[in-house]
């Protein structure tokens, strides 16, 4: 499974961006597509997750009501609406495949490369 991630940048808080990350192989086996998040020296932390065959949605508290996690199955791609940006998600941004949901980043075996956002106050 290869994953690519893109659309991070900059944005001004209260704004708006979306990430996509392109997933190819044998993503069938491996049915739960996640993006976390991570800032130097921190955790590697789950903001989302969505299963590829039924889409049921996770989201971590924090973004709850302002993030949006989609796919398309056709595209085999995954995306990240991102609303209401504070300074406080300013990270660098991971999409992971896995076997089974988790929040715990080891049980995603494959990530993409990763897409900085920095939102400025």
């Known amino acids: 499974v290869q994953l690519q991630a893109s659309g991070g940048g900059l944005v001004q808080a209260g704004g708006s961006l979306r990430l996509s990350c392109a997933a190819s192989g044998r993503t069938f086996s491996r049915p739960v597509m996640a993006w976390f998040r991570q800032n130097p020296g921190k955790e590697r932390d789950l903001v989302a997750s969505?299963?590829?065959?039924?889409?049921?949605?996770y989201y971590a508290d924090s973004v709850k009501g302002r993030f949006n996690i989609s796919r398309d199955n056709a595209k085999n791609a995954v995306y990240l609406q991102m609303s209401s940006l504070t300074p406080e998600d300013t990270a660098v941004y991971y999409c992971?495949?896995?076997?089974?949901?988790?929040?715990?980043?080891?049980?995603?075996?494959?990530w993409g490369q990763g897409t900085l956002v920095t939102v400025s106050s």
């Open positions: 992971a495949v896995g076997g089974f949901w988790s929040t715990n980043k080891n049980a995603y075996p494959y």
């Open positions: 969505v299963t590829w065959a039924a889409g049921t949605t």
